[in-house]
């Protein structure tokens, strides 16, 4: 099994930045890739961010250019970079984890966080 727990929400302005981390424990030998998810009321839970054990990336196109995923495979970390934050970010974010870099872009992720809330005020 593995626990993930993110930290770093909160509230900010229009304009402002964040950064949100997620640590991994547990049987972390299993995990390959990692991810953050993002979901509002109503909707489903959508990938913002991704990133595989070799560093390929993805990025959801609205966030592309403001957002920036970072890992660090040693200490089973992974963060989240977020700068010109708008309003319409505004949601709560979610770590994910799995072995399979696909899983993960497919929102089939194995291990999930508790979450953490973003506020966006303008």
């Known amino acids: 099994q593995v626990q993930l727990v993110e930290s770093g929400g909160g509230l900010v302005q229009a304009g402002g930045s964040l950064r949100l981390s997620c640590a991994a424990s547990?049987?972390?030998?299993?995990?390959?890739?990692m991810g953050w998810y993002r979901q509002t009321p109503g909707k489903e839970r959508d990938l913002v961010a991704s990133m595989s054990r070799d560093g390929d990336t993805y990025y959801e196109d609205s966030v592309k250019g403001r957002f920036t995923i970072s890992r660090d495979n040693a200490k089973n970390t992974v963060s989240l970079q977020m700068d010109v934050l708008k309003p319409e970010d505004t949601a709560d974010y979610y770590c994910?984890?799995?072995?399979?870099?696909?899983?993960?872009?497919?929102?089939?992720?194995?291990?999930w966080g508790q979450g953490t809330q973003v506020t966006v005020s303008s």
């Open positions: 994910a984890a799995d072995r399979s870099y696909q899983h993960i872009l497919a929102g089939r992720a194995d291990y």
């Open positions: 547990g049987d972390t030998d299993c995990i390959s890739a």
